[in-house]
């Protein structure tokens, strides 16, 4: 059974960076598309970025374009998200979550949380002064 495991959030400035990382336990993620999501209280929880099995394939959110980076590296079974240009409104926790449905587009993944197999538990960002 795959297992992830997010870390590296934590509180942060404005204007500040923040470097997530999700590990994965159980199975090989080579064969999984991955996403970072974000939830706020009230509130459903949003794509932040996906990625392809072999990391070609990368989508944003428009709220984050520009400002983060998602990747990849197989060899260490882990993903990450880089958060630079940190803003109060990215506060948030966030998820990682991984899809064995490698067949539909970033723009599909980002969109349908229905499609992930697994979730990790979710690491806090807090961005404020």
């Known amino acids: 059974q795959l297992q992830l495991v997010e870390s590296g959030g934590g509180l942060v400035q404005p204007g500040g960076s923040l470097n997530l990382s999700c590990v994965a336990s159980?199975?090989?993620?080579?064969?999984?598309?991955m996403a970072w999501f974000r939830q706020v209280p009230g509130k459903e929880r949003e794509g932040v970025s996906t990625?392809?099995?072999?990391?070609?394939?990368?989508t944003y959110a428009d709220s984050v374009k520009g400002r983060f980076t998602i990747s990849r590296d197989n060899a260490k079974n882990t993903v990450y998200l880089q958060m630079n240009s940190l803003k109060p409104e990215d506060t948030a926790v966030y998820y990682c979550?991984?899809?064995?449905?490698?067949?539909?587009?970033?723009?599909?993944?980002?969109?349908?949380?229905?499609?992930?197999?697994?979730w990790g538990r979710g690491t806090q960002v807090t961005v404020s002064s």
């Open positions: 979550a991984a899809t064995g449905a490698t067949y539909y587009g970033g723009d599909y993944l980002i969109r349908n949380l229905r499609v992930y197999d697994a």
């Open positions: 159980g199975k090989t993620l080579e064969y999984y598309a």
């Open positions: 990625i392809s099995n072999t990391g070609v394939g990368i």
